[in-house]
């Protein structure tokens, strides 16, 4: 599209031609490189792009398909030096390879340097469109730097238009920053906004009703959008936990148990959700099966400091 609209529609044919048998074929093999790539195949899909790049060289822009390979197969150096070939194509790609080496960088250790080379790229970009302003905020809020990221967003919102199907999406992700930065009132009407523009949201309905409950507060609200939130995602077990852990905090102890079983069950190895089934357990006086989740609890590699302290007093005094 931008070829074409900066008058280089001559360029896509440089890539690409159709009348090409060879192009054609080599396109086969660059899709069934994708499906390999999708279902983490990646010796597959680099052996399938091979032969797409051997039949058509020109289609540099397939090479983004191998860099990212290399990325998930952590060879950090090789996946970068394909990004820094990609940049010439055009604009597009090269705002899309930049924060893709910037990506790379923050995985190799290096948060601040990463953020500091995307700005460097993104301050290039003449006149900015709210997309670029949306993936730049969606880097900082990935990285933890939630201020930056609702600065990004809220120019975002200001130059989208309000019929674009990215806003509620975009009014989601500021909403969830400001929660990250303890600022409930501004939270919650983003989350709320987001869902008058697309209400089966299951994802937004999710963390507005959790973040209710944890703050004991609409818990009946809470538990119609859960349920609604189940309806749409029938097998996500952080929903399943959300609308158990709501019929915990409004004393339904056997329907909480219910769905927290189906959370455990979908992912055994989330602490918090364990531990929000053991709590469940303990309410029922099923006091052993309740130590015993508390004890798997203590093994699990992603228990935070916090609930690891809050766990190994449970273990010694239960649940007051």
Same mark, same amino acid.
């Given at each position: 599209e931008n070829f074409i609209l900066s008058g280089k529609s $001559? #360029? +896509?044919?440089?890539?690409?031609?159709?009348?090409?048998?060879?192009?054609?074929?080599?396109?086969?093999? &660059?899709i069934l490189s994708n499906l390999y790539a999708s279902e983490e195949e990646y010796n597959l899909s680099n052996f399938y792009l091979s032969l797409s790049l051997y039949l058509n060289n020109k289609f540099t822009p397939n090479k983004a398909l191998l860099a990212e390979n290399l990325f998930y197969e952590k060879k950090y150096k090789m996946s970068k030096k394909i990004y820094n070939s990609l940049k010439s194509i055009g604009p597009i790609y090269s705002w899309y390879a930049s924060k893709s080496i910037s990506a790379i960088i923050s995985e190799m250790g290096n948060i601040d340097l990463s953020i500091l080379n995307l700005e460097k790229e993104f301050d290039s970009i003449i006149n900015p469109s709210f997309k670029e302003y949306y993936e730049m905020a969606n880097f900082y809020k990935?990285?933890?730097?939630?201020?930056?990221?609702?600065?990004?967003?809220?120019?975002?919102? $200001? #130059? +989208?238009?309000?019929?674009?199907?990215?806003?509620?999406?975009?009014?989601?992700?500021?909403?969830?920053? &400001?929660?990250?930065?303890?600022?409930?009132?501004?939270?919650?009407?983003?989350?709320?906004?987001?869902?008058?523009?697309?209400?089966?949201?299951?994802?937004?309905?999710?963390?507005?009703?959790?973040?209710?409950?944890?703050?004991?507060?609409n818990i009946q609200e809470a538990l119609e959008m859960l349920t609604r939130a189940t309806e749409l995602e029938e097998d996500n077990g952080y929903i399943l936990d959300s609308l158990g852990w709501a019929y915990y905090a409004n004393k339904e102890y056997v329907l909480a148990e219910k769905f927290l079983r189906q959370a455990v069950e979908l992912m055994p190895l989330e602490s918090v959700i364990n531990d929000h089934y053991a709590d469940t357990l303990w309410m029922l006086n099923k006091r052993i099966q309740a130590r015993y989740f508390w004890k798997q609890v203590l093994d699990l590699d992603d228990i935070e400091k916090d609930l690891k302290e809050k766990v190994n007093k449970k273990l010694v005094f239960g649940l007051n």
């Open positions: $001559e #360029k +896509i044919i440089n890539f690409f031609n159709c009348q090409n048998p060879e192009d054609n074929i080599a396109e086969i093999f &660059y990935d990285r933890e730097y939630y201020k930056k990221s609702i600065e990004y967003y809220s120019i975002a919102l $200001e #130059k +989208i238009t309000k019929d674009h199907l990215l806003l509620p999406k975009i009014l989601y992700r500021r909403g969830t920053s &400001y929660e990250r930065l303890n600022d409930w009132d501004k939270a919650e009407a983003d989350l709320k906004k987001s869902l008058e523009i697309l209400p089966n949201q299951a994802f937004v309905l999710n963390y507005l009703a959790y973040s209710w409950t944890e703050k004991k507060i």
